[in-house]
């Protein structure tokens, strides 16, 4: 699938979250507790054990320098010294890392106890706010380096500190599909973009609830002037991809579409603008 969507002139963007199936015939886990490379409870022994997406899940450990070594080794294209890596992936695959707070849905406030222990002996009340910016950090060195020559990676993260403007795109959370919501990310954007955060932007339609059509053409207007740009949707919502909407407003998101990659020349300039001189991209 990765290679016909980009024969297409398309890249693909996966999510990759930082918790790990705790299973034995899951070789990525398998691997990260052979070096022991996960996160501990509070007793420092054995590995911190949580609930998210998959079940039993650990945490990898990125305060432990040996973590980003081996995260780097997964992603590598052809080969890793023997270890397990993603041989299915290609140049066009890049990477979003979610639930990076870390979330863990059956931890104290959805997250992880603040007396577990990180390398170094470090306990996760320290260093809560930039685990989920080491992790980003860790993956954007991984996708540069999974072939010999480097290459920019692309990452975008839901959790980020100060300095997670140098490797990632963020979004604003899991919004509705509200008029008051679609109002309230643009401060939202702009204030990110004061902070040096200047690669953000708003999930289109609210990642909850059904917006009507005329609410989403009215997003897609307002989200196409965001420096990061997309819609995004739970599960349980009504599909709503520009191309299942009946006319006129088919067209009307098409156009929109269109003008914002029309405008792609302008946003190049605007973001190495920015690089330099930290004026944020949105102002």
Same mark, same amino acid.
């Given at each position: ?7 297409? &002139? ?16 899951? #070789? ?111 993956? /954007?060195? /991984? ?6 020559? #480097? ?11 100060? &300095? ?20 309230? &990310? ?18 289109? &339609? ?35 991809? #520009? ?9 009307? /998101? ?30």
């Amino acid at each position: 699938m990765f290679n016909d969507v980009a024969a297409y &002139g398309r890249k693909m963007v996966v999510i990759i979250d930082p918790h790990l199936k705790k299973d034995t015939s899951y #070789p990525v886990y398998n691997s990260a507790s052979a070096k022991n490379l996960l996160v501990k409870p509070s007793s420092g022994q054995g590995e911190y054990e949580g609930w998210c997406w998959p079940g039993s899940s650990a945490w990898v450990d990125y305060f432990n320098p040996a973590s980003w070594e081996w995260w780097k080794g997964l992603f590598k294209l052809t080969g890793n010294d023997g270890d397990f890596h993603w041989s299915q992936s290609t140049n066009d695959v890049y990477i979003w890392n979610d639930m990076n707070e870390p979330s863990v849905f059956n931890g104290p406030e959805i997250t992880m106890p603040k007396t577990n222990l990180h390398h170094g002996g470090w306990e996760h009340r320290d260093i809560h706010n930039i685990n989920g910016m080491l992790f980003h950090a860790a993956t /954007a060195e /991984a996708v540069k380096y999974r072939v010999d020559t #480097p290459q920019r990676p692309f990452v975008l993260s839901r959790a980020f500190f100060a &300095g997670s403007q140098r490797i990632s795109a963020i979004w604003t959370g899991d919004n509705m599909g509200t008029w008051e919501h679609m109002a309230i &990310g643009v401060p939202m954007v702009l204030s990110n973009g004061i902070a040096g955060i200047t690669f953000s932007g708003a999930d289109v &339609g609210g990642f909850f609830g059904n917006p009507d059509p005329e609410m989403l053409i009215r997003w897609y207007q307002v989200g196409a002037f965001a420096p990061f740009f997309r819609a995004h949707a739970h599960i349980d919502t009504k599909r709503r991809e #520009p191309f299942l909407l009946e006319e006129p407003y088919k067209t009307i /998101a098409r156009d929109i579409i269109r003008l914002r990659y029309s405008l792609l020349p302008v946003w190049y300039t605007a973001f190495r603008h920015s690089s330099v001189s930290g004026v944020p991209v949105l102002r």
